[in-house]
């Protein structure tokens, strides 16, 4: 199960990693169209969907990674049961958003697929298609919070923390 989890994360961060260079492609697209005189249709819009494709498809491996922004003040400050209290509750509350988050994204999504929902812009993109991506980002980092949550009740969760952070703070 690990290695499928890890696999999951991984296989969405490199995901991540090809709407972005999707989205450099749109970007210049876009540049050299402008300075061309020649006009690409859609290119503004695709460039939002791709960017917020890849930001929530990111999310679930930046985490396990350790590398979202954590405020540990009172988490460092705390020592045994109290820590691992805060710890677990952190996670659950993440869990139950997340999950939540998820949830609310893969119905708007569905609901758009179901009115036929298309952009209003002049790409006129079926909006199901570019909610997929938030909704699917969604899921995956909703199941690397719960997968946390589970290590950390386990008590086999190893928070990772970057050297860059630790040289910033």
């Known amino acids: ?80 049961r109290w820590r691992r209290a805060i710890e677990l509750w952190a996670l659950g509350a993440g869990t139950l958003l997340a999950g939540l988050f998820a949830f609310y994204a893969a119905k708007l999504a569905w609901q758009s697929w179901q009115f036929n929902d298309i952009s209003t812009a002049n790409d006129a993109t079926p909006l199901w298609i570019p909610q997929l991506g938030m909704a699917v980002g969604a899921l995956i980092f909703a199941i690397a919070l719960l997968d946390a949550l589970v290590l950390e009740a386990r008590g086999r969760r190893h928070v990772q923390t970057p050297a860059e952070a630790l040289r910033n703070e």
Do not use: K
Not at 60 to 66: D, K, L, S
């Open 1 to 80: 199960m690990r290695r499928f989890l890890d696999a999951l994360y991984d296989g969405a961060a490199a995901l991540a990693a090809l709407f972005l260079v999707a989205l450099l492609g749109m970007v210049l697209l876009g540049i050299v169209s402008r300075e061309l005189h020649f006009m690409v249709p859609g290119t503004d819009a695709y460039a939002g969907y791709l960017m917020a494709a890849s930001g929530f498809l990111a999310l679930a491996h930046t985490f396990r990674r350790g590398e979202h922004i954590r405020v540990t003040l009172i988490v460092n400050a705390l020592r045994g």
